[in-house]
């Protein structure tokens, strides 16, 4: 039960590829955004950016081509040859990067409009019930401009997702050809390319590279937090002067010294209040 | 090493039967194979996983007293080695909880999964669900910060505002007529004690139900393609589950990583320049009471109250109402758009909430 | 009518086995097949070819040779419903549990790519917790190893000592900062006023250095000066030792928890203590002021281990 690619909606096959392709890929880029965040990298500007867009590539390469070969296979009963993940993977940049494009200024323009157009209305309105609350106010404006500019996006996405899909198409039709093996064993095919050749070999690196990403994870993640209170003030340890032990004896024994002589001071006084307590009893008797 | 772990599990299986128990649990098949949809529930339990270890973790050098609760947190997110961010993965985990939550939520009422015969084990995640934003109303008011004691007495005196059982309802919340100690005691014993005890007790329930149910699979397929692609639970659908739970524990501490958690002021009885907010998820709510048509006493208490309430009564009632056996969305149309309104509404009064900030002043 | 396990079965030239198993469709929930046994071999047979069912017999529209062209039974290729749990299977199929089998689903029967996932998701499953392994031991261990407490602690005036070699208690109050709380607890220390020779006998190694964390010196005290400061703490097991007359040793210092007894040098006379009394920093100001480092050693071991 083999669909015909060329029955297939084009903006259909073209979502049906990115979403899966997407999602395949998101994990493995996750990854590489933890650890930029980790040196305190942050991987939407800058160095950070273009690390995540180069570990992208490959990434998205083989998503692209794995999600691709499984789909056809499954859905439409083709076998596709090649690196069918490189010439996908190109043609979707050049798309993206179009559609990006033209999603930014079209976006930026509609909001700006629907805003001012919401603005209006609502100014209109509010002169009709001036008790018109601020709270209402508030999501019916959002209401008035976010779908307008909703549809516009959309509208960019169909066409975006249109065109990739005749790529799609294109590049399908020169580069798979037809098999005849019945449902279940294409489906135990697809199921069965995800099984490496060596699925110990596997493993074994695939455990090593995390335990080695972690443990450059631990060597980076800031042991005090990064954004350290205002508030609170940190305990802050005074170095302490290294002690010489000849000042040291030194300095006890002239305390002591001079403790002593206190005392025995001390002493003198209490001896001679003594005896002045007992002389008078004497001298009384 | 092999040799040593095979007896000792051949010993445990002579005694209990081990090898039967495993093959029951782990040989379930699904019907048109495991499937990336299905993960939800799973994550959500690693989640829960998570937040009962780093909850524990944070309980370590957390003080529950009103005088203590502060500094304590203070002393975690800043002196204690890697504190800012066991306690931040606490505090993106338990919003990440919440999305997760609406999705596994959304997932099973498209694929029609809560109709005859699992009307049961919808009926248990209502209630999952609502120990889940229970969870994260009682761990707000933890740190003892303005933002977290402010939200917390609006939010009990919204609940105050719950016709009948209002009063006692709030009275019993704050430990008192005023929020004080006995607010911050009771929710502390709530949060690590009562909330965790009633949810693993309804997850255990949950998953029986699901499993004497079984798997609803997909709702729409030939009985040729079900039957080409079913495989078992094992491995397939927990490698699934698995990659989707590593996927959310980076994405967690992502979250972590770039908006580490940072206190607000310590909290005073006087509100002062801070405008009280409740946590996100639950700022549509907030949102809509701010409405001029619910102002008043009654407008409030139905904003509030009533309505929310009316609308979990409808989803519980929904597997009961909707009899018709179809679980193809396509061929649901009241569903598919009912649930699109509610999203997006909940979406929008989101964010009016956030924009109505700049208002306040 | 459903066949029971056991029912003869009836080919349409007369007796040919019995039912041994039923197999099951997991999907439909209903009976696919029924597995004959005849003459010791044990056949699939479908349920099309089945023409009657009776209480304890089961009719074939085929012949006893054409049953013998019927595929033979592969256990391997199935597993018995004590084996999986298909939801509500035994309510719709009579039969006793274990009794009824169902198809190991295609995709399941290949053992190198059960093995692959299943490796995959246990490695998965003891690797997803790895990142949080150093940071939750750093998290748990921080005060466990908090650095020393060197502060100098002013507890009380030489004048106090009216008597050369006997202990004299001093109490002071010491400032405690435990995480963000500040306590106040009442320490004690002996402090003796020692002459010559009792001195030696307390100083037998000459002048006492005490170390901080990395090696270096914090103070000496010298084995000249007369004042010397016990830790407060039975070397035992930390309880707090009185000076006591003996019945027989005279003047000792003696711990009422498990009967320590020390003289005054500190030496070990009697009862279960493994060292002497500890020595603290000592220094006289020159008003007589006696200042101690409140320095704890852990209990019950024979070397000096300093813990505080």
């Known amino acids: ?285 | 090493m092999n040799a040593l772990a095979q007896k000792v599990y051949d010993f445990v299986d002579e005694r209990i039967g081990l090898k039967t128990l495993e093959a029951k649990m782990m040989n379930e098949p699904i019907k048109g194979g495991s499937r990336w949809a299905y993960v939800f529930g799973s994550v959500l339990l690693f989640i829960f996983i998570m937040q009962a270890v780093t909850g524990v973790l944070l309980m370590f050098y957390y003080i529950p007293s009103a005088d203590h609760a502060y500094a304590s947190t203070q002393y975690i997110l800043n002196e204690v080695d890697y504190g800012w961010f066991i306690l931040s993965y606490h505090f993106w985990g338990s919003s990440a909880m919440v999305v997760v939550v609406f999705a596994h939520m959304s997932q099973v009422f498209l694929w029609g999964a809560y109709k005859k015969p699992r009307e049961m084990v919808w009926l248990v995640g209502l209630a999952l669900f609502g120990l889940v934003m229970a969870f994260g109303f009682t761990g707000y008011l933890l740190p003892w910060d303005q933002r977290a004691y402010w939200a917390t007495t609006v939010g009990v005196e919204i609940m105050d505002k719950t016709p009948i059982v209002g009063d006692f309802l709030a009275r019993f919340l704050k430990g008192g007529p005023t929020p004080g100690q006995m607010t911050l005691s009771r929710f502390f014993v709530i949060h690590v004690m009562v909330l965790p005890a009633a949810l693993m007790g309804l997850a255990g329930l949950h998953l029986f139900f699901f499993r004497s149910a079984g798997p609803a699979g997909p709702f729409r397929g030939t009985t040729e393609e079900l039957k080409a692609k079913t495989d078992f639970f094992f491995p397939r659908q927990v490698w699934k589950d698995i990659i989707a739970m590593a996927t959310v524990f980076l994405a967690i501490s992502a979250l972590a990583l770039v908006e580490p958690v940072e206190l607000l002021q310590e909290a005073t009885p006087d509100p002062g320049d801070y405008h009280p907010e409740p946590e996100w998820y639950f700022l549509f709510l907030f949102q809509l009471l701010r409405w001029r048509i619910f102002s008043g006493e009654f407008g409030q208490s139905l904003a509030a109250i009533v309505l929310p309430a009316l609308f979990m009564l409808l989803l519980a009632a929904l597997p009961f109402i909707d009899r018709n056996p179809e679980r193809n969305i396509f061929k649901r149309p009241i569903a598919l758009v009912s649930w699109a309104v509610v999203m997006i509404g909940i979406v929008v009064l989101t964010i009016s909430a956030i924009l109505n900030r700049e208002y306040l002043d | 009518m459903q066949p029971q396990i056991k029912s003869k079965v009836r080919c349409t030239d007369g007796v040919a086995g019995e039912v041994a198993h039923v197999i099951a469709d997991p999907i439909a929930l209903d009976l696919s097949h029924l597995v004959v046994r005849v003459n010791g071999t044990e056949r699939q047979v479908p349920m099309t070819a089945v023409s009657k069912t009776r209480e304890d017999s089961v009719d074939l529209l085929c012949t006893s040779a054409q049953l013998a062209e019927f595929p033979v039974f592969a256990r391997e290729d199935f597993l018995s419903s004590k084996e999986v749990e298909i939801p509500h299977l035994e309510e719709k199929i009579r039969v006793e549990p274990g009794q009824v089998f169902v198809p190991i689903p295609d995709l399941e029967k290949s053992v190198p790519r059960r093995r692959f996932f299943a490796g995959f998701t246990n490695l998965l499953a003891v690797l997803i917790g790895l990142p949080l392994i150093w940071p939750v031991l750093r998290f748990i261990t921080k005060p466990m190893y908090a650095p020393f407490d060197n502060r100098w602690w002013k507890v009380g005036n030489i004048s106090k000592i009216k008597q050369d070699n006997v202990g004299v208690q001093f109490i002071f109050k010491k400032s405690i900062k435990d995480s963000v709380l500040t306590r106040e607890d009442d320490k004690s220390n002996w402090v003796v006023k020692a002459t010559p020779e009792i001195l030696k006998n307390i100083y037998t190694h000459g002048d006492l250095s005490f170390f901080d964390k990395n090696g270096n010196v914090i103070w000496v005290n010298k084995a000249t000066v007369p004042y010397v400061a016990y830790s407060g703490k039975c070397p035992h097991l930390g309880c707090g030792y009185k000076w006591r007359s003996h019945k027989t040793r005279g003047q000792v210092f003696l711990c009422p928890c498990h009967l320590s007894i020390y003289d005054v040098t500190g030496k070990v006379l009697d009862g279960p203590a493994p060292r002497a009394l500890d020595l603290l920093p000592i220094k006289v100001s020159a008003s007589g002021e006696i200042e101690v480092i409140d320095i704890e050693y852990k209990a019950g071991t024979r070397q000096q281990d300093r813990i505080a």
């Open chain 1, 1 to 285: 039960m083999t669909t015909d690619v060329a029955n297939v909606s084009s903006i259909k096959l073209a979502w049906a590829l990115c979403w899966a392709a997407f999602w395949t890929g998101f994990p493995l880029k996750l990854m590489v955004a933890v650890l930029l965040l980790a040196m305190q990298v942050p991987p939407w500007e800058g160095a950070g950016m273009t690390a995540l867009l180069i570990v992208s590539i490959p990434v998205d390469l083989w998503a692209l081509g794995l999600t691709a070969r499984t789909y056809f296979l499954e859905r439409h009963g083709l076998e596709l040859e090649g690196g069918i993940g490189l010439t996908l993977w190109w043609q979707g940049a050049l798309i993206g990067i179009a559609f990006l494009a033209a999603a930014y200024f079209a976006g930026s323009t509609a909001v700006s409009i629907g805003k001012q157009i919401a603005a209006s209305i609502i100014g209109g309105i509010k002169k009709i019930f001036p008790g018109f609350s601020i709270a209402e106010q508030i999501t019916l404006e959002l209401l008035l401009w976010s779908i307008p500019v909703a549809v516009v996006l959309g509208v960019l996405a169909l066409v975006a997702l249109k065109i990739y899909g005749w790529r799609i198409k294109a590049t399908v039709k020169s580069a798979g050809h037809p098999t005849a093996a019945p449902l279940a064993e294409r489906v135990r095919r697809w199921d069965y390319a995800r099984v490496p050749r060596d699925p110990g070999l596997l493993l074994a690196s695939f455990a090593g590279v995390i335990v080695l990403l972690t443990i450059v994870f631990w060597l980076f993640l800031p042991v005090t937090t990064p954004h350290p209170s205002e508030d609170y003030k940190v305990q802050v340890k005074k170095p302490v002067k290294p002690l010489k032990p000849e000042d040291m004896l030194k300095q006890t024994e002239m305390s002591l010294a001079k403790a002593d002589a206190v005392l025995h001071s001390l002493e003198q006084e209490k001896g001679k209040e003594k005896k002045k307590a007992t002389k008078p009893e004497q001298k009384g008797k």
